[in-house]
């Protein structure tokens, strides 16, 4: 596979993840999780130097302009998201996947909760959904892992 095409891919997920908050989907309650978000966290935790530092910026811009939040609220998290995890980098020598997998919980709860007093008046009674869409999003983390590790290995290997 070509370089350019090669550290085009996992943006081009990351886009893909967010794009799927466009589909029309017909739901009682909104549970439905940042997919970008996750796939964005997924790759900086499973293939460290896919992304650039600055690459949740322009990503998370993207994610602000298919998802209908508040500009620049996704450009703030996502930067903020890639900074905490470079500094829990810092201080862990090895992480294993339960690791990740806790690291992402920690920053999809902070995320979806902030996001929540940027995008909604504090007044608003909807903190059992949210608890419920966080558990749905951390949950899905592991799939998104898997597609990471998968598209990983397929890189490796051309």
Same mark, same amino acid.
């Given at each position: 596979?070509p370089?350019?095409?090669? *550290?085009? &891919? $996992?943006? /081009?997920t990351?886009? %893909?993840?967010?794009? &799927?908050?466009?589909?029309p989907?017909?739901?009682? &309650?909104?549970l439905? $999780? ?12 499973? /293939?460290?130097?896919? #992304?650039? $530092? ?6 998370? #811009?993207? =994610?602000d302009?298919?998802? +209908?939040?508040?500009?620049?609220? !996704?450009?703030l998290?996502?930067s903020?998201? #890639?900074? !905490?995890? =470079?500094?829990? @980098?810092?201080?862990? %020598?090895?992480? =294993? ?8 919980? +920690?920053?999809?709860?902070?995320c979806?909760?902030?996001? *929540?007093?940027i !995008?909604?008046?504090?007044? /608003?009674h909807v903190?059992?959904?949210?608890? !419920?869409?966080?558990?749905?999003t951390?949950?899905? #983390?592991?799939?998104?892992?898997? &597609?990471?590790?998968a598209?990983?290995?397929k890189?490796?290997? @051309?």
């Amino acid at each position: 596979m070509p370089a350019g095409r090669s *550290r085009a &891919i $996992p943006w /081009a997920t990351v886009m %893909a993840g967010s794009l &799927i908050t466009i589909i029309p989907v017909v739901a009682t &309650i909104p549970l439905l $999780p940042p997919f970008g978000f996750v796939m964005l966290l997924a790759w900086r935790l499973l /293939a460290r130097f896919a #992304f650039k $530092p600055w690459a949740a910026a322009p990503l998370g #811009f993207f =994610d602000d302009l298919v998802s +209908g939040q508040p500009l620049g609220s !996704a450009v703030l998290m996502w930067s903020l998201a #890639f900074v !905490a995890i =470079d500094m829990i @980098e810092q201080r862990l %020598a090895f992480r =294993d996947y339960w690791q990740d997998w806790l690291i992402a919980g +920690g920053l999809i709860a902070a995320c979806i909760l902030v996001g *929540r007093f940027i !995008a909604v008046p504090v007044g /608003a009674h909807v903190d059992t959904i949210l608890i !419920a869409q966080i558990a749905v999003t951390i949950l899905m #983390f592991p799939l998104a892992a898997r &597609i990471v590790a998968a598209i990983q290995n397929k890189r490796g290997a @051309e």
